[in-house]
């Protein structure tokens, strides 16, 4: 089992829908989560961490948490076709400076 | 804005040379880390450095080497390159000791051919 599982895609969804990208992790220990998005050939850049259980909202990003279920999921709301792109899961424990990357989510965006 | 730069977008190399792979960042932080990124295995962690002159393997530290003389730089040494080598690389660095909230900055990433 790998330690951070994402579904490789490509996901694809029609301009303006909601994209959900799901993540599940192994490591109960596991205290931060990261999503990152990566335009082919690019660099990864980091779009939203979450802490605590529950939600948080940054523009049409909204990151779920539910340590209990362990899994992080990104939503993003509105989706345009700028948004196709590699989404990347990562999960940081409380003693280690390593993240721990999922191999990613590829998005598409219809227009 | 967090600045982490590689000195080479691209780079050819024959095999059996050796290869040096540099990566600077302005922000002060502590933490720098080497990964390399191939299509279906992700991001595999080579090596980090938590300190100057400090490192600790990766998951895939064969084949690599590294060096951290100063705080903003970090460098990836592959002491012979082999066609397995060829990849694309990437540096990142964070902020602060064994917190829990730091959040890695990359670079551009160095694209790797070897011949």
């Known amino acids: 089992q790998k330690e951070v599982e994402q579904n490789s895609g490509p996901l694809s969804v029609p301009e303006g829908a909601i994209a959900s990208l799901n993540c599940t992790y192994s490591?109960?220990?596991?205290?931060?989560f990261f999503w990152y998005r990566q335009y082919s050939g690019k660099s990864p850049e980091l779009i939203m961490f979450?802490?605590?259980?529950g939600d948080k909202e940054d523009g049409r990003f909204t990151a779920q948490l539910n340590k209990a279920s362990q899994y992080v999921s990104l939503l993003i709301r509105d989706s345009q076709p700028s948004d196709s792109a590699t989404y990347l899961c990562a999960v940081n424990r409380d003693s280690s400076y390593k993240l721990i990357f999922g191999s990613g989510t590829r998005l598409l965006v219809r227009p | 804005d967090v600045k982490v730069t590689q000195s080479s977008r691209y780079l050819v190399k024959r095999t059996g040379e050796k290869v040096f792979l540099e990566c600077v960042q302005d922000?002060?932080?502590?933490?720098m880390f080497w990964y390399r990124q191939d299509p279906g295995l992700g991001l595999r962690l080579i090596y980090f450095?938590?300190?100057?002159?400090?490192?600790e393997k990766g998951d895939i530290p064969e084949g690599y080497s590294v060096s951290r003389e100063k705080k903003e730089r970090f460098s990836l040494i592959l002491e012979s390159a082999s066609t397995n080598q060829t990849s694309m690389y990437l540096c990142?660095?964070?902020?602060?000791?064994?917190?829990?909230?730091?959040?890695?900055?990359f670079g551009a990433g160095t694209r790797l051919s070897v011949l």
């Open positions: 990142a660095s964070s902020s602060g000791g064994r917190a829990a909230k730091n959040i890695q900055y």
């Open positions: 922000m002060d932080h502590e933490n």
């Open positions: 450095s938590y300190d100057v002159k400090m490192k």
């Open positions: 490591d109960r220990g596991s205290q931060s």
């Open positions: 979450i802490y605590s259980n």
